[in-house]
């Protein structure tokens, strides 16, 4: 009932710049929090930047001050612009969409991930 599409990655040298773009579809009613995850070879998925509906958004500690979160509501987008990217920033970069297709009913939905390799 909603897809979520990650674009933007690609292969991007050390101290480069990506922004990545998540379109949210379907019969959706509205969207209540969205957020950035990111899972490198051999580690667990985690929490790169999220964004609630009100308030500020939270970053892990790896991204603060490089990367930043935003959101357009009207067009049901969400973004996350990267700079001073370093190589351990490669991974799957996945977006997490939680929506309503139904008043007051939120599901969660996660796109299929886009590679993202910070590499000289």
């Known amino acids: 009932q909603v897809q979520v599409v990650e674009s933007g990655g690609g292969l991007v040298q050390p101290g480069g710049s990506l922004r990545l773009s998540c379109a949210a579809s379907g019969s959706i009613v509205s969207i209540y929090h969205v957020a950035w995850h990111r899972q490198a070879p051999g580690k667990q998925r985690e929490l790169v930047a999220a964004?609630?509906?009100?308030?500020?958004?939270v970053y892990a500690d790896a991204v603060k001050g490089r990367f930043a979160i935003s959101r357009d509501n009207a067009k049901n987008m969400v973004y996350l612009q990267m700079n001073s990217l370093e190589p351990g920033d490669t991974a799957v970069y996945y977006c997490?969409?939680?929506?309503?297709?139904?008043?007051?009913?939120?599901?969660?939905?996660w796109g299929q991930g886009i590679q993202v390799t910070v590499s000289s």
């Open positions: 964004m609630p509906n009100e308030g500020s958004p």
């Open positions: 997490r969409v939680i929506a309503s297709v139904v008043v007051n009913v939120f599901s969660d939905y």
